[in-house]
């Protein structure tokens, strides 16, 4: 059955409510379909979506992040905390470097880093620190790309450079995400859904380029389950219980055939008049009497000879029951 005729065209509408803060509207859908697909796009959001942060600083003249710099209004565990904060677009490559020499009064920002690689700061007037007339600040940053919240903790294993301090690293984009489901109708049909999808992001990826790019994933992740289904194979343990199963079925099956066969007479099992008449003179009249009487005894009825012997248990046999 070709299913997806059943399966609506939704049209998709939108609303920017704020600064990288869109609305979207996606009717009509299924009826339950706009809970599932909205959770479904707010996990890969959420999860899945490429982004750049800082992942290691280094302080000239700094051997511990707990240290505080001459002529600097914060202390270097501060001004990390404020560098966690930059957002990054890496438009090509997986890596960048900010690097930041301030040896004047007055306050530092996002924008007065230089950037080597193919990268650009979106929160530029994002504060740092501040200086005073002799204070000095030089800060080297390495950038990375990847996806979600990454703490140090799970970097253990990952070579830090001499003298970089590593910091946590929220690489995703998407800040916020939120669904709610509606009635939605088309014609006389009124039990639809309408999904209402609310996205904010941190500027270096549009809400509408977040969405496409979760809907590309969703779309990519069900055609991998289609194709994997078509090469489905049971576990293990499964092949071994089917197994059973299929023999236990046809013991049943036996057994039910040959209970059916125990009730038929001699008649109906087509065996020769001159067989028939022999088993009916020793008052063999069913199958089942032939079964109680038993190979070695039916062979010393009278009238019952080889040939005779030899066509009984072949019809019985091929009727699926043995003496």
């Known amino acids: 059955m070709d299913t997806s005729r059943f399966i609506l065209q939704p049209n998709i509408q939108f609303r920017d409510l704020g600064e990288n803060f869109t609305r979207f509207e996606i009717s009509p859908l299924n009826r339950g379909y706009g809970e599932s697909i909205g959770n479904a796009l707010r996990r890969i959001l959420l999860s899945s979506i490429p982004g ?45 470097n900010l690097y930041l020499n301030i040896k004047k009064a007055g306050k530092v920002f996002a924008k007065d880093f230089e950037i080597s690689g193919d990268a650009e700061i979106v929160n530029g007037d994002l504060e740092i ?24 903790e799970d970097r253990q ?34 039990n639809l859904n309408k999904l209402i999808l609310e996205i904010k992001t941190d500027g270096t990826v549009s809400p509408m380029n977040a969405l496409k790019h979760a809907i590309d994933m969703f779309s990519f992740s069900a055609e991998n389950f289609s194709s994997a289904i078509s090469k489905a194979s049971p576990l293990e343990g499964e092949k071994k219980k089917s197994q059973i199963i299929e023999e236990n079925l046809k013991s049943t099956q036996l057994k039910e055939q040959q209970k059916n066969v125990k009730s038929l007479t001699v008649d109906e099992i087509g065996l020769s008049p001159r067989t028939l008449n022999a088993l009916k ?17 039916i062979s010393t009825l009278k009238g019952i000879g080889g040939k005779a012997l030899k066509e009984i248990f072949e019809r019985l046999e091929e009727l699926g029951v043995k003496i």
């Open 52 to 96: 750049a942060s800082i992942v290691s600083v280094k302080f000239s003249g700094v051997n511990h992040e707990l240290s505080t710099i001459k002529g600097v209004r914060d202390d270097v565990l501060s001004i990390m905390m404020k560098l966690k904060k930059i957002r990054i677009k890496v438009k090509s490559g997986e890596q960048a």
């Open 129 to 152: 620190t501040e200086l005073n007339s002799d204070g000095e600040l030089e800060i080297e940053c390495l950038v990375e790309t990847g996806f979600e919240y990454l703490p140090v």
């Open 157 to 190: 294993n990952e070579d830090i450079v001499e003298g970089y301090f590593p910091v946590d690293a929220l690489f995703s984009p998407v800040l916020n995400v939120s669904f709610s489901v509606e009635d939605a109708r088309v014609g006389q049909i009124t």
């Open 281 to 297: 003179n020793n008052l063999v009249n069913s199958v089942e009497d032939i079964i109680k009487i038993g190979r070695e005894k």
